[in-house]
């Protein structure tokens, strides 16, 4: 039988007493994600804000996360200091809850689904890249958030107006942006505080898009029958 390591042998260090590597992971992940991968490999451990925890990157990872060990893994232990930004989403549910939620969010990813999205994406992609061999160095990091940002508007919330595609964009960007300040003070001048505003203007946004479908559809269902 194979025999278990402790956490305490997992590559990777621990950082600073109590403050771990936070400054590091907050000042910019990606970056430090991509050495410490170079560095230890796949799986390696850190600790931030008090909290050690592991890193399981690559498809193997993902693999044993979302798929083998799935019963026995917590999202919501991972990622517990975003619900105070992002509510209790389908990232933070666990067990049943997040079936269920998947199982309602199902219909739009299915393959057939998918498959009249591709035509929608290139012709976003496309307008996206235009300027590109313009504009001199690029973030790409903000650069492909805000097209992904671009793209689930156009699709889940079938806005055409480019005005509208932009400035939910924005919103969905100033909330990303605010899921990693240290300080959660919900305030107008910080981070943080900007973020719960642009989410209050989404919610409001969404509220009213489905209230507008419902009518919609209500407003069809009556022409029908009146047939």
Avoid: C
């Amino acid at each position: 039988m194979r025999q278990l390591k402790s956490a305490e042998e997992m590559p990777g260090s621990y950082g600073l007493p109590i403050l771990g590597e936070t400054l590091e992971i907050f000042r910019d992940l990606e970056l430090y994600l991509w050495r410490r991968f170079q560095q230890y490999g796949s799986v390696f451990k850190t600790s931030a804000m008090g909290r050690k925890r592991a890193y399981l990157i690559g498809p193997s990872a993902n693999r044993l996360v979302l798929v083998e060990q799935a019963e026995h893994m917590s999202s919501r232990i991972g990622w517990y200091f975003l619900e105070s930004t992002f509510g209790n989403n389908i990232l933070l549910q666990d067990g049943e809850e997040h079936r269920l939620t998947r199982r309602l969010m199902y219909p739009a990813f299915h393959g057939k689904a998918i498959a009249t999205y591709f035509d929608t994406i290139q012709n976003i992609v496309q307008d996206f890249l235009e300027d590109w061999g313009e504009r001199g160095t690029i973030s790409l990091n903000s650069s492909f958030r805000q097209l992904t940002l671009m793209v689930a508007t156009r699709l889940f919330l079938g806005s055409q107006n480019k005005s509208e595609v932009e400035q939910t964009s924005q919103w969905f960007t100033q909330l990303i942006d605010s899921s990693m300040a240290i300080l959660k003070w919900n305030v107008p001048f910080t981070l943080y505080g900007r973020g719960q505003n642009a989410r209050g203007k989404l919610v409001a946004f969404l509220r009213q898009e489905i209230a507008q479908r419902i009518e919609q559809g209500n407003l069809e269902e009556s022409k029908n029958l009146s047939h």
